[in-house]
């Protein structure tokens, strides 16, 4: 075999037994951010270094991949990723979310409920839900280490006071076990609830900001809120153009330059199987505002 | 210093990462019992499977602390420093990871470094080596990775063992984790586990 040749998974053998102390105490006290000594990837930041780390320092031969950027399968930040760890770990790589045992995502949760015997790795640019509120570290911490989360329920409340409606979309903040204060990435609100009580144990890696988290499986995932303002997830009001579901995250997509959209699933493999199963249905219905769709357009 | 050190894994670079899988999986699924595959090579009365685990998650930047039991052994320590590099901690307090090789010898936990509220990441994870995982009183385990509750036994622990848990517990951000291991398997009760009960 010619070319150049890597160590299993592209990480030094040192590098993954750090990443692994850093991924086991971050499960053992879930929420709280482990610093880590992140390194450099042959990616740049804010394409999923953290992840790609986090999975690297997993991922063993066995292991099914799984990569999704937004929801997508088949974007360049996912197959580029899914095309590393096949090169470098020779790892088998699916779409299927039900086959898959790790998958790494950029800022969605998959639709299909996870299993007991999944990884989902999450890319994280923030991991620090309260940095936006106060800049110095050495502050943050101590808020987190006296569990004083009273200013980001004032953020929470000056949405409201402004909106009339807490108007945070994504990366909306979560309690974990009843104790940290977690950036769940920036997700949308809409996955939020998927975190609680999940099979799957969710990790966490930002790599610029070298932080790894953790949730435990079956972890109480609350997303913060008030008694007379709850939390509400947000979707578009409209089926998928696609597929025709009505119960999950859609894109809006812009189809020309004379205000013409469509709304279609936001999770790509959740879609297809949807529409796999579904041929005979009926024409699938189209968003407000959607150009007719051409029915067989798959 | 014996002459050889008796060998680590046979491949280093998956055995490490089979090893750790079931490490997580076990911290992620407190008292959930995960199989691995010892290191026979290992010199006693450092178990197989300890041994193991110092392989996956030891190296120079932890210092590693050994109780009477280990220690009253030379070629444990050496075994261990010429596989893995990591400094012999004379300082319980100071360590990254304690073994523990008989259960009469535990000490207190507040004797190994708890982490600080800001960082409670710096603090002792102890491998505790243990018969197996089918008798002992069983502990009723509740918290973050357990669906409900989940029932756990392993011999030989200290009488004490469900109270020091509690207080560790009781202390939380800050506390040790603990990996109890026998031969070939592993599994966890890291800080965050309850202990909702103790029957028979």
């Keep these: 075999m010619s070319g150049p040749t890597y160590n299993f998974a592209y990480l030094d053998e040192q590098t993954k037994r750090m990443i692994r102390r850093a991924i086991l105490k971050a499960i053992a006290v879930p929420g709280y951010q482990v610093p880590f000594a992140s390194r450099e990837m042959p990616m740049p930041y804010g394409w999923g270094t953290g992840g790609v780390q986090v999975t690297a320092a997993i991922l063993g031969p066995d292991d099914v991949l799984k990569v999704i950027d937004q929801g997508s399968d088949d974007t360049t930040n996912a197959v580029s990723i899914r095309k590393f760890f096949a090169k470098t770990a020779g790892v088998r790589t699916t779409t299927c979310t039900t086959e898959a045992t790790v998958i790494q995502t950029r800022h969605r949760i998959p639709e299909a409920p996870l299993g007991e015997g999944q990884v989902l790795v999450y890319q994280v640019p923030i991991p620090e839900p309260l940095r936006f509120l106060e800049p110095r570290e050495t502050e943050t911490r101590r808020m987190h280490a006296l569990a004083e989360y009273g200013l980001i329920h004032v953020k929470l409340y000056e949405d409201i006071a402004r909106h009339g409606h807490i108007a945070t979309t ?28 999940c099979a799957a144990l969710q990790l966490f890696g930002a790599g610029r900001e070298k932080r790894i988290y953790a949730i435990p499986p079956h972890t109480t995932v609350v997303s913060l809120d008030f008694d007379d303002h709850p939390f509400e997830r947000y979707r578009f009001d409209a089926p998928c153009a696609l597929c025709g579901a009505t119960d999950s995250y859609l894109d809006e997509v812009i189809t020309d330059d004379e205000g013409g959209r469509m709304f279609a699933c936001s999770d790509t493999d959740y879609c297809e199987k949807r529409r796999a199963t579904n041929r005979d249905d009926a024409v699938p219905g189209n968003g407000p505002g959607a150009p007719a769709m051409d029915a067989a357009s798959r | 210093m014996t002459a050889t050190a008796a060998p680590g894994f046979a491949d280093p670079v998956l055995s490490a990462q089979s090893v750790f899988r079931a490490i997580m999986d076990a911290t992620a699924r407190p008292g959930s019992i995960q199989s691995i595959e010892g290191v026979a090579s290992a010199p006693p009365p450092l178990s197989a499977g300890a041994a193991a685990i110092a392989l996956t998650l030891l190296d120079q930047d932890t210092p590693v602390w050994l109780d009477a039991c280990l220690a009253a052994v030379p070629e444990c320590g050496d075994w261990l420093r010429f596989h893995t590099g990591a400094p012999i901690a004379a300082d319980a307090s100071r ?30 994870t102890l491998v505790f080596q243990v018969d197996g995982f089918s008798v002992g009183p069983p502990l009723a385990l509740s918290g973050p990775g357990i ?15 469900a109270e020091r848990l509690a207080a560790n517990r009781a202390q939380f951000p800050c506390g040790v984790d603990v990996l109890l291991v026998c031969s070939n398997a592993v599994a966890a009760l890291p800080r965050s586990v309850h202990v909702i009960a103790e029957g028979g």
């Design chain 2, 147 to 161: 669906r409900g509750r989940q029932v756990f036994r392993a011999a030989p622990l200290p009488a004490d063992f």
């Design chain 2, 95 to 124: 360590s990254a990871f304690a073994f523990v090789g008989s259960a009469a010898q535990l000490p207190q936990f507040d004797t190994f470094s708890l982490g600080t509220p800001e960082y409670p990441d710096r603090s002792t």
């Design chain 1, 170 to 197: 994504y990366a909306y903040p979560v309690q974990v076990d009843g104790r940290y204060v977690m950036d769940p990435s920036p997700t949308p609100k809409f996955d939020n609830p998927k975190m609680n009580d």
